[in-house]
């Protein structure tokens, strides 16, 4: 199959919040086209784009699906990408990688939080969006309410159509630029166009009115004219209301019943109004060796550029990179370069994706959207370049990890765990897996605790390993309060050589993140100098177990001052475990404590919940630093123990109804409330 032209193509990240129908929108889509020969739905596990096991279970979208299919002659790329925020990380990728973002809202929730989310995302990647309204056939759905809330989002957003009948009577659709009916029947995914029903005439004038006033306030050239008294002629509406579409100006608002099939063929006409990647225009990149700004037209002559905006592993052909081309022509068998890592990769079979199943292709041309498996060290967000110019774009802003676990694997299963959470690293950049150097815990953390859940099935289904999860342990610390001395002797007498040592330390706190000095002031030889580094030594072991709870010792002084030794019996091994020894009986008589991480914590809410989340926070021990605005939402900062926000996540969730979200990282350590110290104590053994 050859490749496309780039002015006949269309890429669309269909998003939106959880539970608007994108899947089953696209799944109409695909029917109406002639993609697909049956209409799937998401109850019964049937659809294209929600093939994965975890996503027929949990009846949501995990992961992006890429499809396509051709309608009038123009190829769609559509991407269905997930609505849950514990898997925005292939909503992100598809944004930067299409062209334009469907954005499907449900008729009877309206706007919600993360249809904010990803609408602001796409304006701020400069990109076209479209709206649909979907679900119009279920009880106490308003396309006039959803509509009003729309447009207090976005003022751009325009009602292209209006529904034909409400709730479970919703049949068709009426177009307000050509003014006519379109009515569905017995599930055929393509309706029958007619004129419109007399008692809708009304309704469908006062909205061609206010379309054609919107598209004239939107155009320069046109609103002189309007305001003049001059009537615009169909041709003018419709030019200028493409123009603005294609130009991100206007967002057009349609109708639709997804899992009814109604107006599938509708909003495909739609979305050929989009703008081809010819269209977008150019990506802004940087030149990786001089550090200067480049622009990347797309043309189908001139080296390739292509952009890997998701990664996915397949049972069958192993990793699998999708890939958007940026410019140029990537014919299969290419040898590429990674920009990031400076290998070459060979291309082998091109593929374009129908949900899980794959069909071959000759080329992928510039704007397309495609996929290869069996690269080697190709990774999300990495660039391939053919010939020796190399870009880079700018990374994708991911949110951060928030919600932490530790990982316990089987016996001698570790090390499978990690090279598997390696693997599904590679797949969702927003997932964090590190060893916490303190606790040695292995350390897992998502955007949720449902994001950690389906880590731990995919686990066990794709790897074959079982792990079981519990809450990380914070790395408390101890330190000490006062100066103490104390003697540290060793002294084992067995029959021929025994062992002796004996040294006097003297030890003394630190400011807070001093760390650990070691001062010798022994002299008249009362130790030889061979062995100081091992008393040294001894000390320093002693220092990785406190004697409070075992925590790590830190922010101490130990001076060595005296101490005796053995012309025959003295060792190394005697004087290191004299120094450890010493360092314990000293630390016992000089008030130690406990030391706990305080973490910054930035939290953005609407404002109408400030007041609740500034009480939650006080109630974790708290301490508030301000606020400020960030557009219609705020951000409340305050320093909070790490102990106190271990359930934070899903406690602000619920308390925001996910309207909130936060950002948390390391600042200091202080003294833990001495009635808080016990608590401590005994977990700390109950984790022994």
């Known amino acids: 199959m050859a490749a496309h032209d780039p002015a006949k193509i269309r890429n669309i990240a269909v998003v939106g919040h959880r539970g608007t129908g994108k899947t089953s929108l696209v799944e109409a889509l695909l029917y109406a086209s002639g993609a697909v020969t049956r209409l799937g739905t998401v109850a019964d596990g049937n659809t294209v784009c929600d093939y994965d096991d975890d996503e027929k279970r949990r009846g949501m979208s995990i992961s992006a699906a890429i499809t396509h299919e051709v309608w009038r002659g123009v190829k769609l790329n559509l991407i269905d990408t997930p609505g849950e925020p514990s898997f925005l990380a292939d909503t992100f990728g598809a944004i930067m990688a299409a062209d334009a973002s469907l954005v499907v809202v449900n008729a009877t929730a309206g706007v919600e939080v993360q249809t904010e989310r990803v609408w602001n995302r796409a304006r701020e990647a400069g990109k076209a969006r479209a709206a649909v309204v979907n679900m119009l056939d279920r009880e106490r759905a308003s396309f006039a309410d959803t509509v009003a809330a ?139 060796r001089t550090g200067d700004e ?10 390739a550029v292509v952009y890997c905006f998701k990664t996915l592993a397949d049972q069958f052909s192993g990793k699998i990179n999708v890939l958007r081309v940026v410019t140029g022509t990537l014919p299969s068998d290419t040898q590429v370069v990674c920009v990031r890592t ?53 990374p994708i802003a991911y949110p951060p990890a928030v919600m932490s676990f530790a990982m316990v694997a089987r016996q001698g299963e570790e090390d ?55 809450p990380p342990r914070v790395p408390y610390r101890e330190t000490i309060t006062v100066q103490a001395q104390a003697e540290g002797k060793h002294k084992k007498q067995t029959g021929g050589r025994g062992q002796f040592g004996d040294c006097w330390l003297r030890v003394e706190p630190l400011p807070r993140g001093g760390g650990f000095e070691f001062e010798d002031k022994i002299v008249g030889g009362a130790i030889p100098r061979g062995f100081i580094p091992a008393v040294e030594k ?71 919940l400030v007041g609740d989340v500034m009480g939650d926070l006080n109630s974790r021990r708290g301490r508030p630093l301000g606020m ?29 109804g996910g309207r909130a979200d936060y950002t948390m990282e390391f600042l200091r350590y202080e003294e833990l409330p001495a009635h808080l110290t016990q608590k401590a104590v005994e977990a700390a053994k109950a984790a022994a």
Not at 350 to 362: F, I, R, S, T, Y
Not at 424 to 448: C, K
Not at 568 to 592: C, Q, R, T, Y
Request: contains cysteine; charged residues 25%.
């Open 294 to 303: 480049v622009e990347i037209v797309p043309r189908a002559e001139g080296p």
């Open 538 to 608: 001894g000390v320093q072991e002693a220092l990785v177990a406190g004697t409070i709870a075992g925590y790590p010792l830190v922010d101490v002084k130990v001076t060595l001052y005296d101490g005796k030794f053995h012309p025959v019996d003295s060792s190394e091994m005697a004087f290191k475990i004299a120094g450890s020894l010493g360092m314990k009986a000293a630390v016992e008589k000089a008030h130690p404590v406990l030391l706990e991480p305080i973490m910054l914590v930035e939290t953005t809410v609407p404002e109408d």
């Open 150 to 288: 729309l447009h207090d989002l976005d003022p751009a957003c325009i009602p292209v159509e209006i529904p034909i009948g409400a709730e479970h009577e919703f049949r068709g659709v009426i177009d307000l630029l050509h003014m006519t009916a379109t009515i569905y029947a017995g599930g055929d995914p393509k309706g029958a166009e007619g004129p419109i029903p007399d008692e809708m005439k009304a309704e469908a004038d006062a909205g061609r009115e206010r379309l054609v006033d919107l598209v004239a306030e939107a155009d320069d050239a046109l609103i002189e004219k309007y305001l003049g008294g001059e009537e615009l002629t169909h041709e003018e509406v419709e030019s200028a209301l493409k123009e603005g579409i294609r130009e991100g100006r206007i967002v057009p608002v349609t109708c639709a019943a997804g899992g009814k099939g109604i107006g599938g063929d509708r909003l495909l006409d739609l979305l050929l109004d989009l703008p081809s990647p010819l269209d977008a225009g150019s990506w802004p990149g940087i030149d990786p």
């Open 416 to 470: 499978k765990v990690v090279q598997a959470l390696r693997r599904m690293q590679e797949e969702d950049p927003t997932l964090d897996v590190h060893r916490e150097e303190q606790t040695h815990d292995l350390i897992v953390a998502g955007l949720s605790q449902m994001h950690v859940e389906v880590v731990v099935d995919r686990l066990k289904r794709r790897f074959g390993l079982e792990v079981d999860l519990k």
């Open 342 to 394: 400076g290998s070459k990769e060979r291309v082998g079979h091109l593929m374009a994706l129908q949900g899980k199943d794959h069909q071959n292709v000759d080329a992928l041309g510039p704007g397309d959207i495609g996929a290869v498996a069996k690269l080697k060290d190709v990774q999300t967000g990495d660039v391939l370049i053919v010939g020796n110019n190399p870009v880079a774009f700018a």
């Open 628 to 656: 400020e605005a960030k557009g219609s939402a705020q951000v409340v900062r305050a320093e909070v123990p790490m102990s106190e926000m271990l359930s934070y996540a899903a406690d602000l969730r619920s308390m925001s």
